[in-house]
């Protein structure tokens, strides 16, 4: 008996009960589709993070103070006092540095009439556009006219203009802390990620207006470094820890008050921590395949013992152990490949569907779309082969005997 009339009576035999074909094909929908979605969720959220941070400028190092394992790169600013305006001032002597900003950043209610929003609030210098890359939707940024005269003025992220305001803020008075700011300026959305926060989600005012009127603090929370030439990162990056050492009067780097780290640290521990939940939510979509091809392996068994006076006359006409075999695993095969097919459907769907609700890329993976017909093959030969086994080992007046 061939391999394509094999076919032709495992898809008959499949057919004859559909709803129960359709229920051993639904396990291995779901746990395809769930791989497929969530890998495919994955990539996009850490392409997503990575574009955000990249945004802010591959030539970008940031000093913050205090001393921070590697990968937590968490919105701590503020939380040691062991930086200064005076410390950003002396890195714009450093060779390779082409601009410094110094910032403080605190969580504020920001409010307008009846409406009230709690976002971060950053003290910034002019400096701020240029290193940051920021763009303006309208109005103008901080001068130094504002910073030297602490003037009460603010900068407002596009998420906090949609909230607070119904039309274009600029002009308009906020209150943060019970002080009255005008809003100069609304910035182009860029996305949040990296030290920081959201920038989106945020409102600026002058470095001194917040030190000296708002927050009451005379230090700052991080400097951020542009560098003129990426390629020189780590040298720019050693340099400006040594004068810092040095202005700190530490001898030992091991006990440095500061720490400092580039786009490319995020990069790594933002890759590490989306990777990681990317396998992890993997793992238990996995364990539905695991659950689709024992239920497979269940409706299989279920098969062979309703037709078991088949498989004897079979048998007793002289049917091959090897043909019965071969039988049982191609409908089991038919089954997974069927579910495999349609879940990877299904998967590819529901990732657009998501990502579009939730503003991600829609990433597809192709590696994960041929791992799940691979998985799905092998579904169906590992549970099947079971069931198949068993209808061939079946002795022939048994099997006819059999009500």
Do not use: C
């Amino acid at each position: 008996m061939g391999y394509l009339e094999l076919v032709i009576l495992a898809t008959e035999a499949l057919s004859v009960n559909k709803l129960r074909t359709s229920l051993a094909t639904l396990g291995i929908i779901i746990g395809i589709g769930s791989v497929i979605t969530l890998i495919s969720l994955g990539q996009a959220g850490q392409k997503s993070v990575e574009s955000s941070i990249q945004s802010l400028g591959s030539n970008l190092l940031t000093v913050i103070p205090g001393a921070f394992r590697p990968g937590d790169f968490r919105s701590a600013s503020g939380t040691s006092t062991s930086l200064t305006l005076d410390d950003s001032r002396s890195l714009l002597k450093v060779p390779g540095v082409k601009q410094v900003s110094a910032e403080v950043l605190r969580r504020a209610a920001v409010q307008t009439g009846k409406v009230s929003v709690n976002t971060q609030v950053v003290g910034v210098l002019p400096s701020y556009k240029d290193v940051r890359n920021i763009e303006m939707l309208s109005g103008n940024f901080i001068s130094q006219s504002d910073v030297d005269s602490q003037t009460p003025v603010a900068i407002l992220g596009p998420t906090v203009a949609e909230n607070i305001f119904d039309t274009n803020p600029v002009g308009e008075s906020v209150r943060i802390n019970k002080i009255s700011f005008k809003v100069i300026g609304v910035m182009e959305s860029k996305g949040g990620s990296g030290f920081g926060g959201n920038q989106d989600d945020s409102v600026l005012i002058p470095l001194s207006t917040a030190q000296k009127r708002l927050f009451g603090v005379d230090f700052v929370g991080s400097i951020s470094v542009a560098v003129l030439d990426a390629k020189e990162m780590d040298q720019v990056r050693d340099e400006i820890g040594y004068l810092l050492l040095s202005r700190h009067k530490i001898s030992d780097p091991a006990n440095a008050d500061f720490t400092i780290f580039s786009q490319a640290d995020i990069l790594g521990a933002a890759a590490a921590v989306t990777g990681t939940f990317t396998a992890l939510l993997s793992g238990i979509a996995a364990i539905s395949l695991l659950v689709g091809g024992i239920g497979i392996m269940n409706i299989m068994l279920m098969s062979v013992t309703e037709r078991t006076r088949e498989i004897g006359l079979r048998k007793a006409l002289g049917a091959k152990k090897k043909v019965i075999i071969q039988q049982f695993l191609i409908e089991s095969v038919i089954i997974t490949f069927l579910g495999g097919t349609l879940g990877v459907l299904i998967g590819v769907l529901a990732s657009l569907a998501v990502s579009t609700l939730i503003s991600l890329p829609f990433i597809l993976s192709l590696p994960s779309i041929l791992l799940a017909f691979g998985v799905s093959a092998i579904i169906g030969i590992i549970f099947g082969w079971y069931p198949a086994r068993k209808a061939a080992n079946l002795v022939p007046i048994e099997a006819l005997r059999y009500e």
